[in-house]
């Protein structure tokens, strides 16, 4: 994690302090709470995938499919398995982890424009079922009639299903056990392998390092990941829809972590909510939310190539 | 039985045809410059469009040879302006511009000619079946497949036998090559975009005749162009030919006995041919692998 280790612990603090004041200052600046649930989501969402973007440099641009399974999959399991939250939690990983760990063994073998556009039709496939079999999962209409539930633990009793804020800090819990995992991961010899195999993929090989391996266990891990998030997405919406699935949500996830920064590990949290309050902002001002993206995925490209962070730590730096 | 199932072969080598047409434009995009233009779909319905506004001026004929031309001129300018900036950067950079591009275009058309759908009108006599027993083909269809044809055999033998031609293609297996024997690199990308450019045009113009134009006709028939290209292989323009029939007829064929999966087998299809030979059909393995 060299990223965070070169700013030292003061950014890292900071975030955590920020995150769990979150519900108290939100309000005073304009925000909502359920804003930065979003916010937890959808960066935890964007770290899963720069595991892949940003630290074994590897273009996946279908990472949506995913992270929709997982939104599914957790409605699902409300719905027809049982009313328990953590088990809605556990079944969304796994629809997505799995299914990403199966189509990665298939895709792992090409590289850059090849593995870019592999990975966007493959991630159609989810969405066009889910769009076409209306019985499971409702069709265009989205998959409704389920609800997170209120957690219990012994003496414990978590309402979460009623109150935002106890959501809120649930949600948090999850991010923050989620991202030690990341950086665990990152700390690992494993995760110096997949910096290793970003910087020199040739290099890497000739050290002996079974590349293809590594790049896959990386995006079954990056899919665990994210299908996790998608999986508290649905649990935040009480709601999944084929958007979730749809590769304009993986342009999202990978604009949001080029925005914050992708070779840094807290940069696309950074990106998604600079994403989220501006998406927020501007399609309560205008219908047309369409050309703003695009506008800001073209300025994004032209003139912060390095992202939010990238340019902070370079002016750290200079 | 036999009938439908010819009914759908047919429709699905049409479809086929047409999806070949823009996947070429892809295709030929991909190959030198590296870049997936996710625009390429905006492009299309920006090709029907423009022909819905001039063939009132021009008729159906003049809309179908100019609209093409204005839409590679804008593409011309695009990559001017935008693109080449990203020549030679990761490809993930151009892959995000043009797919911000695709949601500008999308959004404009749907400003400039509204979110409702709008016919391209066709000649009459086009309009019509072939005869009453083959009353599933009618002469529009067996045109689109004309123009599909020409419009093909027209860039195989542009790249085979002129100097353009000759460069795209050396330019595709050692563009530093052809930059270091002294042609403009800069500006053989550019010409090279403007013909995919163009071929997107055109099969927005043909798509509107058939299926009449909606802002996200362009996104739909997107997908289906990639997977030509991966099924055919990436780097392969034969390759995108044979991906693009083969894809239209295996979904024409499973409309018969399983409507609902039209659009998966395309899918499944993809994943037994990357399962199978990994570099696409035919795919030259190290060729942008």
């Known amino acids: ?318 | 039985m036999t009938q439908l199932l010819l009914f759908n072969v047919t429709n699905g080598l049409i479809i086929g045809a047409f999806y070949v047409l823009m996947a070429l434009g892809l295709s030929l995009i991909i190959n030198l410059s590296g870049v997936i233009n996710f625009a390429h779909g905006g492009f299309l319905a920006l090709g029907g469009y423009l022909a819905f506004t001039l063939s009132p001026f021009l008729g159906f004929w003049g809309a179908l040879l100019v609209s093409p031309l204005l839409t590679a001129a804008l593409g011309l300018v695009l990559e001017r302006l935008l693109i080449r900036r990203l020549y030679g950067r990761d490809p993930l950079y151009s892959l995000l511009l043009t797919f911000g591009l695709a949601f500008i275009f999308e959004d404009a058309t749907r400003f400039v000619w509204g979110a409702q759908g709008l016919p391209v009108t066709i000649p009459d006599f086009l309009g019509q079946p072939l005869s009453p027993d083959l009353f599933f083909i009618t002469w529009y269809r067996l045109f689109m497949v004309g123009v599909v044809a020409v419009s093909v055999g027209g860039l195989f033998l542009l790249l085979r036998h002129t100097r353009l031609g000759i460069r795209i293609r050396a330019g595709t297996l050692d563009l530093e090559t052809v930059s270091t024997l002294g042609v403009n690199v800069g500006r053989l990308r550019a010409l090279n975009f403007g013909v995919g450019i163009f071929l997107a045009g055109l099969s927005g113009v043909l798509a509107g005749g058939q299926l009449g134009l909606d802002p996200t006709m362009g996104a739909g028939l997107l997908m289906p162009s990639f997977i030509a290209i991966i099924v055919g292989g990436v780097g392969s323009l034969p390759g995108t030919l044979v991906g693009g029939l083969l894809i239209g007829v295996a979904s024409g064929v499973t409309a018969v006995f399983l409507p609902s999966a039209s659009e998966a087998v395309m899918y499944v299809l993809m994943a037994l041919v990357l399962l199978a030979r990994p570099r696409g059909l035919l795919g030259e393995e190290g060729l942008m692998t």
């Open chain 1, 1 to 318: 994690m060299s990223a965070a280790g070169r700013t030292g612990a003061p950014v890292p603090l900071a975030i955590w302090v920020l995150l769990l004041l979150a519900p108290f200052w939100l309000g005073p600046v304009g925000g909502y709470t359920a804003l930065g649930t979003r916010v937890l989501v959808l960066g935890l969402a964007a770290m899963s995938l720069n595991l892949l973007l940003g630290f074994t440099g590897v273009l996946s641009f279908g990472h949506a499919a995913w992270f929709g399974l997982g939104a599914y999959g957790a409605g699902l399991a409300l719905k027809f398995v049982a009313l328990s939250t953590p088990l809605a939690l556990l079944l969304g990983t796994l629809t997505g982890g799995l299914a990403g760990a199966l189509l990665g063994a298939l895709i792992v073998h090409r590289r850059g424009i090849y593995f870019a556009m592999v990975t966007i039709a493959f991630g159609q496939v989810f969405y066009y079922i889910a769009y076409r079999w209306n019985s499971l999962t409702g069709g265009d209409d989205g998959l409704r009639g389920f609800a997170r539930q209120d957690i219990t633990l012994g003496p414990w009793h978590l309402d979460i299903a009623g109150n935002g804020t106890a959501f809120y800090y649930f949600v948090l819990t999850c991010f923050a056990v989620a991202v030690g995992l990341m950086a665990l991961l990152l700390r690992s010899p494993f995760g110096r392998t997949l910096l290793a195999i970003r910087e020199n993929e040739r290099r890497a090989r000739f050290l002996g390092i079974p590349v293809e391996l590594h790049i896959w266990i990386a995006f079954a891990l990056s899919c665990v990941f994210i299908s996790f998030a998608g999986a508290l997405y649905a649990l935040l919406n009480n709601f999944a829809d084929p958007n979730n699935l749809h590769y304009s949500l993986s342009g999202d996830l990978v604009i949001m972590a080029v925005l914050g920064g992708m070779r840094s590990f807290w940069g696309p949290l950074l990106g998604a909510a600079v994403f989220v309050v501006l998406q927020d902002y501007v399609s309560s001002l205008t219908t047309n939310w369409m050309s703003f993206v695009g506008l800001l995925f073209v300025l994004v490209v032209l003139f912060f190539p390095r992202g939010l962070l990238g340019i902070l730590r370079r002016q750290g730096t200079a």
